[in-house]
């Protein structure tokens, strides 16, 4: 059929050439079954036309499939039921869900067995070795968030971008000021700003350009995610590396801004930094409790339990109740203290939606492995979280596709170990 502009272009036709964005990335490959999230893809990336091969209602997923070797795709798909193992798999989601992981890993061991790698590596994990030593009593969540050790490791910028977001008289060249004190911020910000993801068509290097063509509300927020990532050093590499850490949370963060966004939410940018944030109790605990967060991990592994499901029993306290009492010790916005609180618990939270968006993009980030916070199964994604954003299961596979192509790139941009 050959090439075709975006407005001829319809669900259901078959790409017999890889679509590039304006900067060279790949937003879809050859063999891709074009959906409207596909399509509507195309447009927020301003791609203008596609070469298409001919209508056709196979799945992408059935080429892949072809080209991977059936014991691995079976070794791929028994893993990934065990690490779905507390979620209901007759839910549409879930299936769909248990689908694409199941293909992105098969993919992936496919890959390690091309290079000369075992592939089965990418599917064993090691029971931890039992902690010496009882595990110490439960914490109060109170005295800890009385004593202000953790408050203080935070860098004085993000204090001060607090105060301008919390002061509705601060104007963009407030916003502009506070950041350009901060060189290392500056740095990071615009490397991030100038990346794909944000599909800019000119390069962007000054903070005052980035304020005109982000906005304000969109760089203070960024700037907030990323002056936090630059501050935490020191947290034990046995329990989690700083750079899994901030993939899963940056992955989190480019998950549900692009849910977001599907669902027209506004300043999507906000979903952006409260997934980076989500898990900052968890850091917190492994700084401040490194024996009980080892004992933590070795209940849930060894149990085959969801880590956030133990911490009652073994900290005293959940990691997202923790993170959500810090973002409102630190005077972060209500919004953003009430996304990272109820992450794990979307129908408990003020604004269901913007919750639910926020636990569906932390499920979707566990799921595809994109880092790690220290989970290892999948967390519980239920039928009302899903329900309430009234999406279509088809922007799961769209929302990987884009973070299979964005994460590392964002990780290496922010420069996460340093
Ligand atoms: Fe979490
Ligand atoms: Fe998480």
């Not at 993919?107 to 390690?112: D, F, G």
């Not at 020191?234 to 700083?242: A, D, N, R, T, Y």
Request: charged residues 20%; contains cysteine; aromatic residues 6%.
């Amino acid at each position: 059929m050959g090439t075709l502009a975006l407005s001829a272009l319809k669900p259901g036709m078959r790409l017999s050439a890889d679509v590039l964005d304006r900067n060279g990335r790949k937003l879809l490959s050859y063999g891709d079954t074009l959906s409207e999230q596909a399509l509507r893809v195309l447009k927020i990336w301003g791609v203008t036309e596609a070469q298409v091969e001919g209508e056709g209602s196979e799945e992408a997923s059935a080429l892949v499939s072809e080209e991977i070797p059936s014991e691995l795709y079976e070794a791929a798909r028994r893993d990934t039921e065990h690490r779905f193992r507390h979620n209901d798999s007759s839910l549409l989601v879930i299936q769909e869900l248990q689908k694409l992981v199941t293909l992105h890993l098969a993919r992936k061991m496919a890959l390690a067995q091309g290079r000369g790698d075992d592939p089965l590596a990418l599917v064993q994990h090691d029971s931890p070795a039992k902690p010496a030593g009882k595990c110490p009593p439960p914490l109060d969540v109170q005295t800890l968030l009385r004593d202000d050790v953790k408050l203080g490791s935070l860098p004085s910028v993000f204090h001060k971008l607090v105060e301008v977001v919390n002061d509705s008289r601060s104007s963009a060249t407030d916003v502009a000021e506070v950041i350009a004190n901060d060189t290392d911020l500056v740095a990071r910000l615009l490397r991030v700003v100038n990346s794909p993801f944000y599909g800019m068509t000119a390069k962007v290097d000054t903070i005052s350009r980035a304020v005109t063509v982000v906005g304000s509300n969109q760089l203070v927020s960024l700037a907030m995610g990323i002056s936090i990532v630059a501050s935490f050093k020191g947290i034990p590499e046995h329990l989690v590396s700083m750079r899994d850490f901030w993939e899963h949370s940056i992955a989190c963060g480019m998950a549900a801004r692009i849910l977001a966004s599907y669902r027209r939410m506004p300043n999507t940018e906000r979903f952006f930094v409260a997934g980076m944030l989500h898990d900052i109790g968890r850091l917190i605990m492994f700084k401040i409790a490194p024996d009980h967060s080892t004992h933590l991990f070795h209940t849930a592994y060894s149990e085959h339990r969801i880590v956030q499901q133990c911490e009652k029993e073994v900290m005293g306290f959940t990691h997202d109740r923790l993170g959500g009492l810090l973002l409102k010790a630190w005077r972060c916005p209500v919004s953003l203290e009430k996304n990272v609180r109820y992450h794990h618990l979307p129908g408990m939270a003020p604004t269901v939606p913007e919750a639910a968006i926020m636990c569906v993009a932390d499920v979707v980030a566990n799921a595809f492995r994109f880092g790690s916070s220290g989970e290892r199964l999948v967390p519980v994604l239920s039928r009302e979280t899903w329900d309430c954003l009234e999406l279509p299961v088809s922007v799961l596979g769209q929302t990987v596709l884009q973070l299979d192509y964005q994460v590392s790139e964002i990780v290496r941009l922010m420069n996460v170990d340093g």
